[in-house]
């Protein structure tokens, strides 16, 4: 039987104002109510407060920015800026079961430019009502996968960091220099330049050359506008990641992309900047945006090839372990999408 969301809870509801006269950044003993806002990082915790609005077990689903993300909260707490607050009632369903429900929870047209996940959007939603015992059993089945996603992800991120501690550990932190390295302007190293527009309408979406915007490859198209390789980052958008590529490619113009690597390796030169940290060099505060002429004439490590072709083929040895780990991740991702289709689509 499929019902609507809101015949299986207590209350649905969006969190309201941070209250400023009676908040910390940090647990203390006046303040140890947590406050949690509309966010993933730290599973939105904003704080502390000394009171509760939500005493009962309940689930909330981020309304804004990380729109989607889901959290059963077992514990009192204050929720802020629109963070939407789902009460189950338990005789009817079970949070683990309501939990992936709302996981797949869509936000609908707002009237407004900036998406947003609303409290009649999740009312509007409705679920297959199943016995509680069956309820408990598809739950399991997807925490099952859930965690395998999750035991993925985070070898793949050791994998990462394996990576970057052989660097500072061959050539130093770019920053600090502590191995006294010679050094040289970043231009003389790497030579960055602003991308190229290629509307979405314009792309040969079966091609084979791969389209890097600011988080990655996003598209790919039939003409590479770059031949032989290079290294990406973002210039507006998702600042930071830096990506590389031993084949043609078609930078956008939300990126930066080496116009001259000075024959230098494109794997050394893509953790280089990485750990050089181009996010200090961000301009503007509504649109942040990095502009090349912000750290061009930096001093940077300057180190022989020989050198960085040695950490480029640790690299490619790291990069053989990451391919199978992603390898199962998506299979598992796809197998864990297939299910919340089955059952909450």
Known sequence: MRVKLEEVCKRIYAGGDVPKDRYSEVITDEYSIPIYANAEKDEGLYGYTDEAREKELSITVAARGTIGYTAIRRTPFLPVVRLITVVPDLSKVSERY?????????????????????????KKNRINLLDINEQELIADRLDKLNEIIKLRKEELFKLDELIQARFVELFGDPIKNPQNRKTTEFVNVVKMQRGFDLPV?????????????????????????????GVITGRSGTIGKVFYTEGDY???????????????????????????????FVEGTGVPTLNRNMFHNKSIIDVDLAEQKVFAEFVKQVDKSKVAVQKSLDETQKLFDSLMQEYFG
């Open 201 to 229: 309408q314009d792309r040969q979406q079966d091609g084979e050359i791969p389209v890097y915007g600011s988080n990655g490859v996003l598209d790919h198209h039939d003409i590479a506008k770059i031949q032989g390789g």
């Open 250 to 280: 078609w930078p956008l113009n939300t990126t930066l992309f080496s116009v001259d690597t000075h024959g230098n390796n494109v794997v050394y030169l893509a953790y280089l900047l990485e750990l050089f940290d181009l996010t200090r």
């Open 98 to 122: 309501l939990f992936y429900a709302l996981k797949n929870c869509k936000p609908q047209s707002s009237g407004t430019s900036i998406p947003q996940l609303t409290v009649p959007d999740i």
